[in-house]
């Protein structure tokens, strides 16, 4: 009989999500983000002592503007102003360490390339920089919930902080100040918190995970505070040949509004479920690379803000 640690561990992981989901109840460029989950420990990968370094690339064009759940029609844009495209690509490395199968930590350091375009007054505005997003440090706990010939079964929790030191004051060439959201820094402190469970299933060679996820932000900095979120990453993995696994995943958001005078709460926040097919391959030993396709099946936003068809990610992992 499974173990009763599991039902304890599940019933904490939905008060976490509970008491996060409560929010606060003109155009906006969105949120820059892809949300495909590639943490590969959780996943069940490598999970013993030693050194785990992950690299990837995330890409997200921002083209269609959307208010809730329709695309803004033609006729309905204002020619004097309104939001165009917004173009991000982030290189994220994490370096983890495990001490043993129960503890480990990481650090994670984003470099956010962004270009965005908007209408104001009739003539166009652009930004384009490169720079440092915000850090994030976490541990992790798992412990094995079940353990069968026929089923492995692995519970988890993260916690970590999300730290202020992506910058806030990038300006274009003009010398204007980009919106709060469109800048590499949120310029506060987050809470970040997950639990989670995964279970393999040997007479299928089957993998599947779920994850829920929180991005809590603990103050304001000059006048911004971005919207809490809430995740639910559910995925499979399942291998196709010796060296190629197959993988998809299903990823559930709520973000809430931004809040404070530098901020757009009519317009930012909103709901999303997207499917992720991927493939990881093992090129070596101790390597592995992995990329995913993030394709939207449902997108509800407040206001108008652009949103995406489609976001890639590729990266790899090596343990060393």
């Given amino acids: 009989m499974m ?3 599991l039902p304890r ?3 904490l992981a939905a008060v976490t999500a509970t008491l996060i989901y409560t929010t606060q109840a003109q155009a906006s460029c969105g949120a820059s983000f892809c949300l495909v989950n590639t943490d590969w420990g959780m996943q069940g990968a490598w999970q013993e002592k030693g050194w785990r370094a992950d690299f990837r690339y995330e890409q997200l064009l921002q083209n269609r503007l959307r208010s809730g759940t329709d695309a803004v029609p033609a006729s309905a844009l204002d020619p004097s102003h309104r939001e165009t495209e917004s173009l991000t690509r982030r290189w994220v490395g994490t370096l983890d360490y495990g001490w043993n199968e129960h503890w480990s930590a990481s650090v994670t350091l984003p470099f956010v390339d962004r270009e965005h375009t908007h209408i104001e007054d009739s003539a166009a505005a652009n930004w384009h920089y490169r720079q440092f997003g915000d850090a994030k440090a976490s541990l992790r706990y798992q412990t094995n919930l079940h353990d069968s010939d026929e089923t492995l079964g692995v519970g988890g929790l993260h916690a970590g902080l999300k730290l202020p030191t992506g910058r806030t004051g990038i300006r274009n060439s003009t010398g204007t100040l980009a919106e709060r959201a469109l ?3 949120s310029g506060g402190t987050a809470l970040l918190l997950s639990a989670y469970y995964r279970q393999f299933i040997a007479p299928l060679q089957l993998s599947w995970f779920a994850q829920v996820n929180a991005d ?4 304001m900095r000059d006048g911004f505070r971005p919207g809490q979120q809430i995740g639910l990453d559910i995925g499979l993995s399942r291998p196709l040949t010796a060296n190629v696994t197959g993988l998809l995943q299903l990823n559930l958001q709520h973000r809430g509004r931004d809040a404070g005078v ?3 709460p009519e317009a930012s926040g909103g709901r999303s479920v997207f499917l992720s097919p991927g493939l990881s391959v093992s090129v070596a030993p101790q390597t592995r690379v992995y990329g995913f396709v993030q394709l939207p099946l449902y997108q509800y936003v407040n206001g108008q803000q652009l949103t995406a068809r489609y976001a ?3 990266g790899t992992q090596t343990r060393f």
Wanted: charged share 10%; no cysteine; glycine share 6%.
């Fill in 3 to 5: 173990s009763m640690r």
């Fill in 312 to 314: 890639l990610a590729l």
């Fill in 183 to 185: 800048q590499p820094g």
């Fill in 262 to 264: 530098q901020a757009e």
């Fill in 9 to 11: 561990l599940l019933a």
């Fill in 216 to 219: 809590v932000p603990l103050n």
